[in-house]
């Protein structure tokens, strides 16, 4: 199978790297510590990399021309080739100057945090509007750095780093490249209209929408299954959901929402990714209800709480109702149990392993979600004619008459959509409709 570039296409699902690469993991920062590198670790092995050695920097700020000092520089360099190893990944972004100096001073492949959890989605891409995504995303990384790596794409040879846009030298056709970025997002706004389609008719009908959002690897999918009995992909590794997949929940008392398990975020999140994946993250940023799934387990818990909470700020949830579901409770000893529930007052202890406070947490969310939709009828003056395309838009029209006084609107309406059009009711709330 080739790519539209022209080269053996990376994004095949079938695709498994053949041999681990050895790498030495690089982090540089005011209080840099061996530690602080296990999540890179944690990315580069799901990546296919072994990672075989640390190297740390304590500085305020990276080095302009090869991020790391110049006695660093030479450490990495004693290590990348006592230890034979093939490449080189830093737990930071590099400025495409810093990663052409810092090949040329190492001479292996050097990979960025960015490149390498581009090239994680890139593994896990299964459906057409993911792969779109993903190259998109690649492509937008590649396209500044194209200069000077020649040399360097020549020899990868594949492995990490080079699934996506391809092995060649991508420099000789930038045209060719911003042509397959345009076709790339009309592909996405074309891939997207089902879902959207989907998306408006469970708006219409009323039916309460959560999304299951959290740091990448903290058991989303275990837990989805757990809640609606559903049959979600579990893998232990970071970035194993790419695409939504939407289950419908019952909670306590019949009520029934449709719930929503989306893609994994993670601290320094490539700007690239969020870009190209607004479309599939308004799965979350038009929900009622936002069920934040934490690793309760994880040693740096609340900097992951951080870090998913300034995602959802960025892409427009960050005003949504939340639960926060402490996962993998059966993990921890009682004590940092109750560390954890003072530190995250109203947090569900849960297990999506066991089952272990699922009921209360279906409770939970029912007290937390909106109101369900509600059958009105309203009289919508003439000199008010922007009314009625917002109910069709994003409500569920059952009737409109012409009258002497107005239009008559027999409709479904939302908590939201409820509250703006108070004015125009004709009789009280008639009766709540089946959510």
């Known amino acids: 199978m080739t790519d539209r570039l022209g080269s053996e296409s990376p994004l095949s699902a079938k695709w498994r790297p053949r041999v681990r690469e050895r790498a030495v993991l690089v982090g ?9 590198l296990d999540e890179l670790a944690s990315l580069a092995r799901a990546a296919g ?23 660093k520089l030479g450490e990495i ?3 990348v080739h006592s230890l034979s190893a093939e490449a080189v990944i830093l737990d930071d972004e590099l400025s495409p100057g810093q990663l052409r100096n810092l090949e040329q001073a190492l001479r292996v492949k050097v990979l960025d945090r960015a490149a390498l959890i581009l090239d994680i989605f890139a593994l896990h891409a299964r459906s057409g509007e993911g792969k779109a995504q993903v190259e998109l995303a690649q492509l937008n990384y590649l396209l500044p750095r194209l200069r000077g790596w020649g040399e360097a794409m020549s020899r990868l040879g594949g492995g990490i780093g080079t699934r996506g846009p391809g092995e060649t030298k991508l ?6 490249i911003r042509r397959r970025i345009s076709k790339l997002r009309r592909d996405i706004v074309r891939l997207g209209r089902t879902r959207q389609v989907k998306r408006a008719r469970r708006e219409r009908s009323g039916t309460s929408q959560v999304a299951l959002a959290g740091y990448t690897n903290s058991g989303k999918s275990t837990l989805m299954n757990q809640l609606t009995g559903a049959d979600v992909l579990v893998a232990d590794q970071p970035f194993a959901t790419l695409d939504p997949t939407t289950r419908r ?13 989306t893609v994994g975020f993670v601290r320094k999140l490539p700007h690239e990714l969020v870009e190209a994946f607004k479309s599939t993250l308004e799965e979350v940023a038009r929900a009622d209800l936002v069920v934040h799934v934490a690793d309760a387990s994880a040693v ?22 939340e639960v926060l579901a402490l996962n993998k409770w059966d993990l921890i000893e009682d004590v940092r149990g109750a560390r954890t529930l003072r530190r995250f007052d109203g947090g569900v202890p849960v297990s999506g392993l066991t089952g272990e406070g699922m009921g209360t947490l279906k409770e939970r969310i029912a007290e937390r979600l909106p109101m369900s939709a509600v059958e009105v009828t309203l ?26 006084k107005g239009i008559s609107v027999a409709a479904r309406v939302g908590e939201r959509e409820l509250a703006l059009v108070r004015d125009f009711l004709v009789h009280p709330v008639a009766r709540r409709s089946r959510a």
Do not use: C, K, W
């Not at 420099?171 to 060719?176: C, G, K, L, M, T």
């Not at 929940?249 to 398990?261: I, K, M, Q, Y």
């Open 171 to 176: 420099e000789v056709d930038r045209q060719h």
């Open 249 to 261: 929940l019952v909670l306590p008392g019949g009520r029934t929402a449709t719930v929503s398990d």
């Open 28 to 36: 540089v920062s005011r209080d840099a510590s061996d530690e602080d």
């Open 379 to 404: 009289l919508v003056p003439y000199d008010r004619p922007e009314v009625l395309p917002r109910l069709y838009r994003e409500s569920e029209v059952l009737e409109a008459t012409n009258g002497p």
């Open 300 to 321: 740096d818990m609340e900097a992951q709480v951080d870090a998913v909470r300034q995602v959802l700020s960025e892409i427009g949830a960050g005003h949504l109702p």
């Open 77 to 79: 360099h004693a290590s």
């Open 49 to 71: 990399a072994d990672p075989i050695a640390r190297v740390v920097q304590q500085r305020s700020s990276p080095d302009p021309a090869t991020f790391v000092g110049r006695g």
